[in-house]
């Protein structure tokens, strides 16, 4: 393999497919700065689209880890009048999008809790100025990832550092479904259209609750409403894929009946840290209690960022035996792990069609809860119940 021109076609991808960068328009990219090296590719690879203008900024984690140590964790959190201007003219003017993050699993290791995440709602507020655009204007949007040697590093620790890198370049053009030979366009419309066509089957069920159980305790039913939709609930005028990779078919759920317990089965990292072994209680839709002997205090401060951000917005189904999930590697980046397990997301609500009943907030942050024994039993309008997962895999066809 010529990983140099596997890592091009992987810039031309995300350019291509995941964009879809149309002439004449402005891409802003939002990159860490450790994957550097990789960004004039891709910038690079949206000229030959026909990009009139790549703006790149990078999201420097190691400079705001220094600053939350000696600013207070309101100044941390604050969004600067530059921040906004940067980004908001060209978004009014049509821009697109893109986050090519990466991980740096020990960075924040000696920082607060607080101070990581005074960190995470600076982030989280800047992107979402991008956000609002996305839902409002319809611009197309991307987040994906570059490998780097720290990340590398940190999840193949039996590999030298530039063994470990090629690694998982290898590892990661493979869950994109990128190899040396194939038409990444055509490829990525059949994996759509297989989505698609499950997700279809799945809303003429007409489920209304989704009962979810497995043996690490989780216990916990999700409220539908009629407009929740697995399949597209719209065509965006210029179509394109917001991750990559994916494995995914979500929906947004009712905000007010999630009940149960239900306990996470991969890592989630947040403002930088890294939160093993957590869960949350649920009542009449919101997080009454978190289940944490570590990142408590995290956890506790993210579903009070505001009013919704205790209620559900996404349950999305991911076979267990996923290709992620079967690469048997935790990648430490939500991108990835979500699309290994069936996962939730607290905080604002996926659909554009207005319902009461669906969240919003100003976080959207998923965690994994898919587990090898995982069963899902839907129930639908009729009361009726049927087997969605069986053994952590879909259980229909």
Known sequence: ????????????????????????QTVLVEAAVEGYEFVPVFAEECYKLGAGNVVVHYLDLANMKVASQYRTEEEVKKVEPWEVSMHQPYLDDGACYVRLESVNPTLMEEVSEAQSNAIFAHVDAVRNIMRKASREKHCQWLIAMIPTKQ?????????DEEKALEQLWEL???????????DVVTTWEQL???????AKKLDQLHLRTLHYTSDNGTDLIVGLTSDSKFSFDHVPPIPFQANIPTEEISTTPDKYVTEGVVYASRPLVLGGKIIHNFGFRFEKGKVVEVLADEGKEMLEALVQM?????????????EYHSPISMSQIVYYTTLIDENASCHLALGRGLQSVKNEAFNDSVIHIDFMIGTK?????????????VIIFQDGDFAFE
């Open 192 to 198: 759509t259209q297989k989505k698609q066509e499950r």
């Open 373 to 385: 024994d995982l069963k899902i039993v839907g129930t639908n309008d009729q009361g009726e119940e």
């Open 151 to 159: 990340w590398a590093k940190a999840i193949l620790k039996e590999q």
């Open 172 to 182: 990661l053009l493979k869950l994109c479904y990128i190899d040396e030979n194939n």
């Open 1 to 24: 393999m010529d990983l140099e021109q596997m890592i091009r076609k992987y810039a031309y991808t995300l350019a291509r497919v995941g964009l879809n960068v149309q002439k004449g």
């Open 306 to 318: 505001d009013e919704n951000a205790g209620y559900l917005g996404e349950c999305a189904l991911v």
